[in-house]
């Protein structure tokens, strides 16, 4: 049977023996909805690559002791991938965050691109990323990651250039790319960069823009792909070829 897995702030310092308080929000979740008991084996993840594994001791209402067992501490992925994704409209940015994080994305940069029918705005965008966020925090533990991925404020196209401008390898993605994704040329460290552009398709100032930064634009397929999976598409195919999935 798999272990359910609940997020810790801080396992820095945990050895074998330890006892390990969960509160809060996450140990309501544990005990009210999830009626995890006494006796029972838990996983918990501070989210940057230290996992415990251990036996629950005590309950209450939001409090959850867990007695640590073995305690792993995991090395961060590489190369690593960082998604720009433009905003969809509706819960399909949920929809991207969540399936980017269980496929592995280290980071997540919501995006007001020019044609984004989303638009964020004060509290609107503050929101936005707290909703992301979470989904990001509940999708990593669903797929067990020891790193959780980050996701970033809501990004203009010029801090999308300069994040561009400093990656190993930045790819913008495009119906009418210049050349189809990468093969076999892939960094084997580093920083990885893939931007996804919105329902409206990217604008020619943007596509000079991100060339002009050094990124590489590319195609997919003949077919064209909704903007909330397009990245995962493309994610994936690339993890394909990298040691992480090979």
Known sequence: MTLPVHWVESLAGTRRGDRVEVDGDEAHH??????VRADERVVL??????????????TGKRRMVVVAEEVDSHEPPTPSFTVVQALPKGDRGELAVEVLTEIGVETIVPWAASRSVAV???ERAAKG?????????EAAKQSRRAW???VAD????????SLLATADLALVLHEDGDQPLPGAELPGTGTIVVVVGPEGGLTDEE????????AHVVRLGAEVLRTSTAGVAAVSALLARTPRWG
């Open 30 to 35: 544990a005990v009210a909805v999830r009626r």
């Open 45 to 58: 993840t501070d989210g940057r690559g230290t996992t415990v594994t251990g036996t629950v001791s005590e």
């Open 120 to 122: 964020w705005r004060g």
């Open 129 to 137: 990323v707290a909703r992301w966020r979470s989904t990001a925090r």
């Open 148 to 150: 959780f991925p980050e």
């Open 154 to 161: 809501l990004a203009s196209t010029d801090e999308v250039m």
């Open 207 to 214: 596509l000079a823009t991100f060339r002009a930064a050094g």
